[in-house]
C-alpha cells in the first residue's frame, strides 16, 4: 500500500513537472526582437515609415523592430523572402501597391490570397510637381501646353507600370493631352531630371518632394486624390479642375504590413494590435504630418477588402493602360 502510495505521489510530481515544462516551453508572443523586411534600398519612403515605427515599438512594447533592406525586382525580391520566411509572426514585409502592380501583370510569381494582411501603415497620394518658378505654375497650364504641343510635355515617373504612371496617362485621357513619359530609377531622380530642366514635370509622392516644395524648388501642380493634401490645402485635386481620373477605380499607393501564409492566428492578431496601436501613436502620427502621408490603420476584414480593391483597379491598369 506504502509503495503504490508512493508511486502514486511520484506520477503527480513527474505529470506537474512536464505541465510545468510545457507551460514554459510556450512563451508569450513576442518574446524577441521582430524583423520587418523592406524591400527597397534604405532612405526611400518605406524604409523611413519602417524606421519610425522602431522607438514606438520599443517604448511602447519593449520590442525590438528590426528594419532589414532586401531591394531588387520592384520590391519583388523582399516580399517573396517573406513569404518563403518562417511563418512564426518574426518576420513581416512592408509591402505596397508597387508589387501588387506585379503580380497584376504576371511580373512576380505569387498569390496575393497567400499573403496574410496585418496592418495598412499609409497611403501616399499622388502629385504632380515642376520646378518652382519655372514655366508651369498651375496645372492648366501644364496641360494646355500638353494639348498644344503633342507629345512635347514630358512627365518624369520613378520606374514604370505602376500607380504614378496610370494616374499621369489616365490625366491625359481625361484632358485629351498627350504627355512624354519618361521613366527613372527612383523618385530622387525625376526630381534631378526636373530641378535640371530636362523634364517638365514629376508624378511622385508628396513624401519625396514636400522639402523641395517647401524651399521652392519645387511646385506641386495638382493632386490626384479626392481628398486633397492637408498640408497644402490651397493645391486643387485634378477631379475638382474637371478631370475624371478615377475611371478605373481608386488606384492607390498604399503600404501595408503582410506577413507569409500559415501564421498562427494569435501571432496574427497580436501583431495586427502592436502595428495598429504604433501607427495611432503621436510620435508616428508627427512623422506622417510632415511626410506628407495619410495613416489611417486598419486590419482584419476591412484590410483584406482594401487591399482586394487596390489590386482589382491595378488589374485594369494593367489590362487598360500598361499591355498597350
Not at 38 to 55: H, S, Y
Not at 123 to 137: D, S, T
Not at 273 to 285: D, V
Amino acid at each position: 500500500m506504502r509503495k503504490k502510495l508512493m508511486y502514486g505521489v511520484m506520477a503527480i510530481a513527474m505529470m506537474a513537472s512536464i505541465l510545468t515544462g510545457c507551460s514554459e516551453s510556450k512563451k508569450e508572443f513576442p518574446s524577441k526582437e521582430i524583423t520587418v523586411v523592406v524591400p527597397w534600398n534604405p532612405g526611400g519612403t518605406n524604409d523611413l515609415m519602417a524606421r519610425a515605427l522602431q522607438p514606438v515599438f520599443k517604448e511602447k512594447f519593449n520590442v525590438e523592430l528590426v528594419v532589414k533592406n532586401s531591394a531588387g525586382g520592384g520590391s519583388a525580391v523582399g516580399i517573396t523572402e517573406v513569404l518563403t520566411s518562417k511563418p512564426d509572426g518574426y518576420t513581416v514585409g512592408l509591402a505596397s501597391s508597387s508589387f501588387l502592380a506585379l503580380v497584376a501583370q504576371g511580373k512576380a510569381e505569387a498569390d496575393i490570397s497567400n499573403m496574410e494582411n496585418i496592418c495598412l501603415v499609409a497611403e501616399e497620394p499622388v502629385v504632380l510637381v515642376a520646378k518652382g518658378n519655372g514655366k508651369y505654375q498651375d496645372a492648366q497650364s501644364f496641360i494646355s501646353a500638353a494639348k498644344e504641343k503633342k507629345e512635347s510635355v514630358s512627365i518624369g515617373v520613378p520606374g514604370s507600370n505602376n500607380v504614378n504612371q496610370a494616374y499621369a496617362t489616365l490625366l491625359g485621357e481625361a484632358a485629351d493631352a498627350d504627355f512624354l513619359f519618361m521613366p527613372f530609377d527612383g523618385g530622387s531622380r525625376v526630381i534631378t531630371e526636373i530641378l535640371g530642366g530636362h523634364v517638365d514635370a514629376g508624378a511622385l509622392k508628396p513624401s519625396e518632394v514636400i522639402s523641395q516644395v517647401r524651399t521652392g524648388d519645387l511646385v506641386i501642380l495638382g493632386v490626384f486624390n479626392k481628398e486633397g493634401l492637408s498640408s497644402v490645402p490651397e493645391v486643387p485635386t485634378f477631379e475638382s479642375l474637371g478631370y475624371d481620373v478615377f475611371t478605373l477605380g481608386q488606384l492607390k499607393q498604399a503600404s501595408y504590413i503582410m506577413a507569409p501564409e500559415k501564421i498562427g492566428t494569435e501571432e496574427k492578431e497580436k501583431l495586427a494590435s502592436m502595428f495598429k496601436e504604433a501607427l495611432e501613436s503621436e510620435t508616428f502620427k508627427a512623422f506622417a504630418a510632415e511626410s506628407g502621408l495619410i495613416s489611417e490603420p486598419i486590419t482584419g476584414d476591412e484590410l483584406d477588402a482594401y487591399i482586394a480593391d487596390v489590386y482589382a483597379g491595378l488589374e485594369k491598369a494593367s489590362q487598360e493602360i500598361w499591355s498597350q
